[in-house]
């Protein structure tokens, strides 16, 4: 008897330890944010329960986030099967063979038509409008702009406004009236500011904030369909861009050089300035009474304005936030990242996460009353994901990005002019793009 009751329980052993050697963990690489914790919770409570997979987040702060990402592919490390990438990244990582091809999968897996179409493209496609997909939208992102209501609103800051500058005080469409109502708010006397935005040459935030300021103005990063750069990011509309971009320093608190998404949360929360720049990933910090308790119900939300064209249009602009779920080749687990994908792209999953404060990826959803009153900022942010336009894609990106960090900070800080900052981007662009064999 002994004997049987010692290999029964050698056997329930045995078949105990294949069950744990089959229990699938998927691993996944994200920046640190709000809405990467978001897809983190979610997919504990409910994507674990209906599939049985557990899921494991790599939280990378933002400043490490890029060098992480690349060397981790570079090196063919299969420590992540999914990757929470920034587009940027679509062109090194593509290129080298790192990320799985999803073109057909996704057409044959999930609803493809029903994802937000201009998200997707910029999220997962690659090359730019060949039609192939080497991502899905995850965490869409678009910078807004945070302002005091209860200033804009009050009667006699909006005579003030009109008897000054001839017009009514409201939320600015173009850069021109941004501007303005950014003059009129500066009293440093009462330590008060009219803007707190992205000067800063931490990570992207220089380039988030300037770009969308160079492309309404009519200039951009290379010719069109080529990648020519001489005489058009530093054309007389680029220098003209730049110049009013370093010009809003004015109207920034002292000291105001390095500041990025944290600083200007904070500079608003201490009641230094009127309006602020903002990832509308991390709008939260403006409403939420525990991280702005003196006006978190006192603040509005807009898009990034434009400039109006000779023909009277307005160029409106936004630059490309958020990640997508990218496959990573060298994955143990592609039919757990599959799963993974599949879920995260079901209405229902999309609506829950919707119900946390996310921002869906399905056009319904994202035009949906439930989204558009769900946060004060939800508004501004699915106007300006029809103005999103993206940075280089190319594998030379990250390169490229320092570029324009090093000089155009410098031009914010008062090192060097607007016009040497752009000829000197446009310099060592070339360069960079002639090496890559882009030019001749």
């Not at 999953?349 to 949906?368: E, F, H, W």
């Not at 002019?417 to 000197?424: N, V």
């Amino acid at each position: 008897m002994r004997r049987i009751i010692g290999l029964v329980l050698a056997v329930l052993v045995c078949l105990s330890g294949i069950a744990l050697a089959e229990e699938k963990v998927l691993s996944i690489l994200c920046g640190e944010y709000t809405p990467g914790h978001w897809m983190y919770e979610l997919a504990q409570q409910d994507f674990t329960a209906k599939t049985g997979i557990q899921v494991k987040f790599d939280f990378v702060a933002w400043a490490q986030y890029t060098d992480k990402i690349l060397v981790t592919l570079s090196a063919h490390d299969a420590s992540y099967d999914i990757i929470v990438g920034d587009s940027q990244l679509l062109g090194a990582a593509v290129s080298g063979g790192h990320y799985v091809e999803l073109t057909d999968w996704l057409k044959e897996n999930i609803a493809f038509d029903k994802l937000a179409p201009r998200p997707q493209k910029l999220y997962g496609e690659y090359p730019p409008d060949s039609g192939r997909y080497y991502g899905v939208s995850a965490v869409l992102d678009v910078p807004i702009i945070a302002y005091r209501k209860d200033l804009f609103e009050d009667p006699n800051e909006q005579a003030a406004f009109k008897a000054k500058y001839g017009y009514d005080l409201k939320v600015p469409e173009t850069w021109e009236e941004f501007r303005d109502i950014a003059e009129f708010f500066t009293r440093p006397e009462k330590n008060f500011y009219g803007l707190a935005y992205w000067p800063a040459k931490t990570f992207d935030a220089v380039t988030m904030g300037f770009q969308p300021v160079l492309w309404s103005f009519g200039a951009d990063y290379h010719a069109p369909g080529g990648y020519e750069v001489e005489g058009y990011l530093n054309s007389d509309a680029g220098v003209k861009a730049l110049e009013f971009y370093v010009g809003l320093m004015k109207f920034a608190p002292p000291g105001s050089e390095n500041y990025y998404w944290n600083e200007c949360t904070q500079a608003f929360s201490q009641g230094l300035v009127a309006m602020a720049f903002q990832w509308g990933s991390w709008a939260e910090g403006f409403v939420n009474p525990a991280t702005n308790p003196q006006y978190y119900d006192k603040v509005g939300f807009f898009p990034f304005p434009g400039k109006r064209a000779e023909d009277g249009t307005l160029r409106r602009f936004a630059s490309h936030g958020g990640q997508g779920l990218n496959v990573v080749t060298y994955s143990k687990n592609l039919d757990a990242a599959y799963e993974f994908i599949k879920w995260w792209c079901d209405e229902e999953t999309q609506r829950k996460y919707m119900a946390m404060g996310g921002v869906p990826i399905l056009t319904d959803l994202l035009n949906s009353p439930e989204f558009l009153n769900a946060k004060p900022y939800n508004p501004a942010m699915a106007e300006s994901f029809q103005y999103v336009k993206d940075f280089w894609t190319i594998p030379e990106y990250a390169a490229l990005l320092e570029v324009t960090q090093k000089y155009w900070s410098a031009a914010c800080a008062g090192m060097m002019s607007p016009k040497e900052a752009m000829d000197a981007v446009a310099k060592e662009h070339t360069a960079i793009l002639k090496e890559a064999g882009y030019l001749k």
